[in-house]
């Protein structure tokens, strides 16, 4: 979650956290694809805005994915309860704007500039999306690249270049590569390799495999011999950028 803009990066359990997180009174989710383990929390957000209710819930992604949300996660036989949100679908837009900046009652917050979002088509079963997300005020750039084997083009690199904060998966370790071309993920070492080519600030490493058992699931130390602001995401770290 970017709490001070009230934008949250995909929608998986961890959404449980979310209500004392809340700063802002809209709150825009990006889902980068519709695997269960990106969307089950949307199915919290019922307790979730009880807690703190917002005025206004957007949610984006492309058009099939967000179909398929609607039809099959919220279908009345599993999940009875409508969730009251505006559903934008991306699949016709370049670029949108999401956080404080961009809502109706922005005038409230003279300060807030909205967030500048462009998308990315990513290697993965099913198809998901990388997301670049441009602050205006201070001037930064955060990648959002989750559930993709690890797109190594020139046209990639191009538009990761420069990012103040690269996340990026990094299901599998090394020695796992074969499975994580078979399944649509990401290694350490090529998640370094595309850090270090696209020369941004800093690497996050995310979606790290559960099942990775041990204090280093990622074999940090391989990451950062290529990349050395190479960092592992874990539950409620704070990450500055």
């Given amino acids: 979650m970017l709490a001070e803009d009230g934008i949250v990066l995909d929608a998986g359990t961890g959404i449980y956290r979310l209500a004392p997180l809340i700063k802002t009174d809209s709150i825009d989710i990006l889902i980068s694809h519709a695997h269960l383990d990106h969307i089950a929390g949307l199915t919290f957000l019922l307790n979730v805005l009880f ?5 206004l819930l957007r949610i984006w992604g492309e058009a099939a994915k967000l179909a398929a949300i609607k039809t099959h996660l919220f279908n009345e036989a599993i999940f009875p309860v409508p969730l009251r949100a505006n559903w934008h679908p991306i699949d016709d837009l370049a670029s949108f704007t999401v956080g ?3 809502v109706s009652d922005a ?30 005020e201070p001037e930064k750039t955060l990648i959002y690249a989750t559930d993709t084997v690890g797109d ?16 990026h998966e990094c299901y599998f370790r090394d020695h796992e590569h074969e499975w994580a ?15 270090k080519a ?8 995310t979606h790290i495999n559960p099942l990775a058992l041990g204090v280093d699931p ?10 050395p602001a190479s960092h592992v995401a874990t539950d409620n770290v704070s990450v500055e950028f």
């Fill in 51 to 55: 807690q703190r209710p917002v005025s």
């Fill in 152 to 167: 190594q083009s020139e046209e990639t690199r191009t538009w990761m270049h420069g990012a103040d904060l690269l996340m």
């Fill in 100 to 102: 404080v900046g961009s």
């Fill in 218 to 227: 990622v074999e940090i130390d391989k990451a950062r011999a290529i990349f």
């Fill in 198 to 205: 696209a020369r941004v600030k800093k690497l996050l490493l």
């Fill in 181 to 195: 071309i078979k399944t649509g993920h990401c290694w350490t070492t090529r998640a370094a390799q595309i850090a």
């Fill in 107 to 136: 005038s409230k917050t003279s300060k807030a500039f909205p967030v500048v979002v462009d998308w990315r088509h990513q290697d993965h079963p099913g198809g998901s999306v990388a997301y670049r997300l441009r602050w205006q």
